[in-house]
């Protein structure tokens, strides 16, 4: 789950030039109950041989957000997402293999594809993170330990030099491999995040930092700092058109998942919450286009990105009815979407 300002206009221009040439953008298809049986078809379309997953069907596509900053992106989501609907992907074996030659002799994971620096620390704690939890879902495991990679993070202080969407990253890891969250790296994430908190509960002032601290305390097991604040603010940003893009595209191209979130796993049963879930699926429909897949936002092409936190959307709100809520780990699938409200993982 990465944001990146820099790609916005880009996307702009690529959604604007895939409608000029007849790619099918905003044209729901069917009734909700093909819903996951016409996004599986999309995500075997874009399977390669390698055992990757392209960003779209479509190669003249270069991907949006994850999909274009790392090729273990689209493995990742099309892992997590088979596991929690219990589908069969074309080729797991491959896709294995895919990730493993991903992994270098330190343990760490590197993007093959994609614009992300491998060397960069960002690039680093993404992909070893992406790597760990798509072959937990496939039912492999790393082939070196990557767990020393992550002192890498807290020499220094760095993990404070990136972004705040990336603090949910470290306890998803040691999950992913299941494994105790170090102490001291856990007392360290959770001071810095509680001492940067506002009053109202977020993070950065921006919907994705408080997600991701949302998350970071659903994985530790722990109440979340100023959760009914986080609540508050979340319902009073919602659009009328039920999404929560409220900055500029790219920094808001997972916004609706993550507020989708924070409603769910923090705002009880209340009935104003419940309408804003209800609203917030709607308009992740409004992004499903003709192809069986998503965009990221209405009449923008679908990406296998999107496809994750659209679809991960409606799981949430409760409209696959396939979902498997059950799973043990679903604290280790992605970003949450499969977790349940109030359980203690792990």
Same mark, same amino acid.
């Given at each position: 789950?990465?944001?990146? #300002?820099?790609?916005?206009?880009?996307?702009? !221009?690529?959604?604007?030039?895939?409608?000029? #040439?007849?790619?099918?953008?905003?044209?729901?298809?069917?009734?909700?109950?093909?819903?996951?049986?016409?996004?599986?078809?999309?995500?075997?379309?874009?399977?390669?041989?390698?055992?990757?997953?392209?960003?779209?069907?479509?190669?003249?596509?270069?991907?949006?957000?994850?999909?274009?900053?790392?090729?273990?992106?689209?493995?990742?989501?099309?892992?997590?997402?088979?596991?929690?609907?219990?589908?069969? !992907?074309?080729?797991?074996?491959?896709?294995?293999?895919?990730?493993?030659?991903?992994?270098?002799?330190?343990?760490?994971?590197?993007?093959?594809?994609?614009?992300?620096?491998?060397?960069?620390?960002?690039?680093?704690?993404?992909?070893?993170?992406?790597?760990?939890?798509?072959?937990?879902?496939?039912?492999? &495991?790393?082939?070196?330990?990557?767990?020393?990679?992550?002192?890498?993070?807290?020499?220094?202080?760095?993990?404070?030099?990136?972004?705040?969407?990336?603090?949910?990253?470290?306890?998803?890891?040691?999950?992913?491999?299941?494994? &105790?969250?170090?102490?001291?790296?856990?007392?360290?994430? &959770?001071?810095?995040?509680?001492?940067?908190?506002?009053?109202?509960?977020?993070?950065?002032?921006?919907?994705?930092?408080?997600?991701?601290?949302?998350?970071?305390?659903?994985?530790?097991?722990?109440?979340?700092?100023?959760?009914?604040?986080?609540?508050?603010?979340?319902?009073?940003?919602?659009?009328?058109?039920?999404?929560?893009?409220?900055?500029?595209?790219?920094?808001?191209?997972?916004?609706?998942?993550?507020?989708?979130?924070?409603? &769910?796993?923090?705002?009880?049963?209340?009935?104003?919450?419940?309408?804003?879930?209800?609203?917030?699926?709607?308009?992740?429909?409004?992004?499903?286009?003709?192809?069986?897949?998503?965009?990221?936002?209405?009449?923008?092409?679908?990406?296998?990105?999107?496809?994750?936190?659209?679809?991960?959307?409606?799981?949430?709100?409760?409209?696959?009815?396939?979902?498997?809520?059950?799973?043990?780990?679903?604290?280790?699938?992605?970003?949450?979407?499969?977790?349940?409200?109030?359980?203690?993982?792990?």
């Amino acid at each position: 789950m990465i944001e990146d #300002a820099n790609i916005c206009r880009r996307d702009l !221009l690529a959604g604007a030039a895939a409608a000029a #040439a007849g790619l099918s953008m905003g044209a729901p298809i069917g009734e909700p109950d093909d819903l996951a049986a016409s996004t599986l078809a999309f995500i075997r379309r874009c399977a390669r041989e390698d055992g990757g997953y392209a960003p779209s069907p479509d190669p003249k596509y270069g991907g949006n957000s994850d999909t274009a900053l790392s090729d273990l992106a689209g493995v990742t989501y099309a892992a997590t997402l088979a596991k929690t609907m219990g589908w069969q !992907l074309p080729d797991p074996a491959r896709s294995i293999e895919f990730i493993h030659r991903h992994q270098r002799d330190d343990g760490s994971f590197v993007n093959m594809g994609g614009r992300m620096d491998p060397s960069s620390d960002l690039a680093m704690l993404y992909n070893t993170t992406q790597g760990v939890v798509a072959l937990r879902a496939l039912g492999a &495991r790393p082939k070196i330990d990557p767990a020393p990679v992550m002192a890498r993070f807290f020499r220094n202080d760095a993990y404070r030099k990136l972004p705040w969407y990336t603090t949910s990253f470290y306890p998803l890891f040691y999950a992913a491999l299941g494994r &105790r969250f170090p102490e001291e790296y856990d007392n360290a994430l &959770r001071q810095w995040q509680t001492a940067s908190q506002a009053e109202d509960g977020f993070l950065g002032d921006h919907v994705a930092a408080t997600f991701h601290m949302a998350h970071y305390f659903r994985l530790i097991g722990l109440p979340t700092p100023r959760a009914d604040g986080m609540v508050q603010r979340v319902l009073k940003m919602q659009k009328p058109d039920g999404g929560f893009d409220i900055k500029q595209p790219s920094w808001d191209v997972h916004a609706c998942f993550d507020a989708m979130f924070i409603l &769910r796993q923090l705002g009880g049963d209340a009935p104003e919450v419940k309408r804003a879930m209800e609203r917030a699926a709607d308009w992740a429909m409004k992004c499903r286009n003709a192809d069986g897949g998503f965009g990221h936002f209405p009449g923008w092409p679908s990406d296998m990105d999107a496809v994750y936190f659209q679809f991960g959307t409606l799981i949430q709100a409760g409209r696959i009815a396939q979902a498997r809520f059950d799973l043990p780990d679903a604290h280790t699938l992605s970003w949450g979407h499969a977790m349940m409200p109030g359980k203690v993982y792990g």
